[in-house]
């Protein structure tokens, strides 16, 4: 039987199929087997484990358990004593022709902050005067009437009349005269311009009014200048909803002003709020401080901290042990025959050098007690 001409060229295809399938074949069994073999590269190491020939170069503290109070910090804000401010108002309307005193400024008691064309005072002025020109021709009149009755020419009533009139013009007189002072006049100095002058000595810390301008009645207008005695002022705290058990009446406290933030100011929690804050669920928490020197005015940011009065137990551990890097803190822990990095979450210090430690170590470990120099010794033999 003759096969056909293109029959081994047949053969042919089909033997290189056939070893190319058996060539995917082994290739992947290959591959499987080398997939599932781990390597040497695919092993990698603790970043937070630093191995070092001579731990005993990096002397080690122990993590202490102390009887310490609750420590809390909270923003806070300078304000005037309320119970040391007075709001200065006009009694009389009219219109602003002399403004002598400004914002901030200084002033003393009886001092004139401003002078007001004031046709209210000018009206009190003429009914003044016109008791008194009344108080006259009756206290002439009572003359004239007693010596007639002396005299017998006329009756005891009409000497009583006299007297009845005499009396009232005195009464319109007093009455005339306390409104010419209440206004803030001067009977002696009659005239239609008003002084208004500082009821007490202190800064002015709100001005309302400016030079020219109208002043209106008592009852639709707001008060024209607030004086604050700045020798002692508040400091009012935000402390939220959850913090309030650890704040109590007495507990001392220190701020620190955002303005001067070298210098430690001491006080003790005088008040705190029944209100809460229903945007933010805080209560206001007061602090009185002196203020003899004038640095703290009244606007400034603070940051207060509270010392809480009883004693809880907490770890401690030496502030040059704990590093600050990447906005955390970091110790360094020792383990093995190194140390590892870990996290820890802290509170505030204390004056002997030792810091609060809320969550990231136990009582009894021992950290690098300079982390600082243990940092920049891992990096130099790292270089």
């Given at each position: 039987m003759?096969?056909p001409?293109?029959?081994p060229?047949?053969?042919?295809?089909l033997?290189?199929c056939t070893v190319?399938?058996?060539?995917?074949l082994?290739?992947?069994g290959?591959?499987?087997?080398?997939?599932?073999?781990?390597?040497?590269?695919?092993?990698?190491?603790?970043?937070?484990?630093?191995?070092?020939?001579?731990?005993?170069?990096?002397?080690t503290v122990r993590?202490e358990?102390?009887?310490?109070?609750?420590?809390?910090?909270?923003?806070?804000?300078?304000t005037?004593?309320?119970n040391?401010t007075i709001h200065?108002?006009?009694?009389?309307?009219?219109?602003?022709i002399?403004?002598r005193?400004?914002?901030?400024?200084?002033v003393?008691?009886?001092q004139?902050?401003?002078?007001?064309s004031?046709?209210?005072?000018?009206s009190?002025?003429a009914?003044?005067?016109k008791?008194?020109?009344?108080?006259?021709?009756?206290n002439?009149?009572?003359?004239?009437?007693?010596?007639?009755?002396?005299?017998?020419?006329?009756a005891?009533?009409?000497l009583?009349?006299a007297?009845?009139a005499?009396?009232?013009a005195?009464?319109?007189?007093?009455?005339?005269e306390q409104?010419v002072?209440?206004?803030?006049?001067?009977?002696?100095?009659?005239?239609?311009?008003?002084e208004l002058?500082a009821?007490?000595?202190?800064?002015?810390?709100?001005?309302?009014?400016?030079?020219?301008?109208?002043?209106k009645?008592?009852?639709?207008t707001?008060?024209?200048f607030?004086?604050?005695d700045?020798?002692?002022?508040?400091?009012?705290?935000?402390?939220?909803?959850?913090?309030l058990g650890?704040?109590?009446f007495g507990?001392?406290?220190?701020v620190?002003?955002?303005?001067?933030?070298?210098?430690?100011?001491?006080?003790?929690?005088?008040?705190?709020?029944?209100?809460?804050?229903?945007?933010t669920?805080?209560?206001?928490v007061?602090?009185?401080?002196s203020?003899?020197?004038?640095?703290l005015?009244?606007?400034m940011f603070?940051?207060?901290?509270?010392?809480s009065?009883k004693?809880?137990?907490?770890?401690v551990?030496?502030?040059?042990a704990i590093m600050?890097?990447?906005?955390?803190?970091?110790?360094f822990r020792?383990?093995?025959a190194?140390f590892r990095?870990v996290?820890?979450?802290t509170?505030?210090?204390?004056s002997?050098?030792?810091?609060?430690?809320q969550?990231?170590?136990r009582?009894?470990d021992?950290?690098v007690?300079?982390?600082l120099?243990f940092?920049?010794?891992?990096?130099?033999?790292?270089?």
């Amino acid at each position: 039987m003759t096969l056909p001409i293109h029959c081994p060229n047949t053969l042919q295809r089909l033997a290189l199929c056939t070893v190319a399938a058996c060539a995917v074949l082994l290739g992947s069994g290959c591959s499987r087997e080398t997939k599932a073999a781990p390597t040497r590269a695919e092993v990698s190491r603790d970043p937070n484990l630093f191995e070092t020939d001579h731990p005993e170069l990096f002397p080690t503290v122990r993590i202490e358990m102390r009887e310490l109070p609750t420590v809390l910090t909270a923003n806070a804000m300078v304000t005037p004593d309320v119970n040391r401010t007075i709001h200065v108002t006009s009694l009389g309307s009219g219109r602003v022709i002399d403004l002598r005193v400004r914002l901030g400024e200084a002033v003393k008691k009886g001092q004139t902050l401003l002078v007001i064309s004031c046709p209210d005072l000018g009206s009190a002025f003429a009914d003044y005067q016109k008791a008194l020109a009344d108080e006259l021709i009756a206290n002439k009149a009572l003359d004239r009437a007693q010596l007639l009755f002396d005299k017998g020419a006329i009756a005891e009533k009409d000497l009583q009349a006299a007297q009845n009139a005499e009396a009232k013009a005195q009464v319109d007189v007093k009455t005339t005269e306390q409104r010419v002072r209440v206004l803030g006049g001067d009977p002696a100095h009659p005239g239609p311009q008003l002084e208004l002058r500082a009821p007490v000595s202190g800064t002015i810390v709100e001005q309302n009014v400016a030079g020219f301008e109208g002043v209106k009645s008592l009852d639709n207008t707001p008060n024209l200048f607030t004086i604050a005695d700045l020798s002692q002022v508040w400091v009012l705290c935000d402390v939220f909803e959850n913090d309030l058990g650890q704040v109590q009446f007495g507990d001392p406290a220190e701020v620190r002003l955002n303005a001067f933030p070298d210098t430690l100011f001491h006080g003790a929690v005088s008040d705190i709020s029944r209100v809460l804050d229903p945007a933010t669920r805080s209560a206001k928490v007061r602090i009185v401080l002196s203020n003899a020197g004038g640095a703290l005015r009244p606007g400034m940011f603070a940051t207060a901290t509270f010392h809480s009065q009883k004693h809880h137990p907490v770890l401690v551990a030496p502030t040059t042990a704990i590093m600050r890097l990447h906005d955390k803190d970091w110790v360094f822990r020792k383990e093995g025959a190194g140390f590892r990095r870990v996290e820890v979450q802290t509170a505030g210090g204390s004056s002997d050098g030792w810091q609060q430690i809320q969550q990231g170590l136990r009582s009894d470990d021992e950290v690098v007690r300079n982390a600082l120099d243990f940092s920049t010794a891992v990096a130099e033999k790292k270089e």
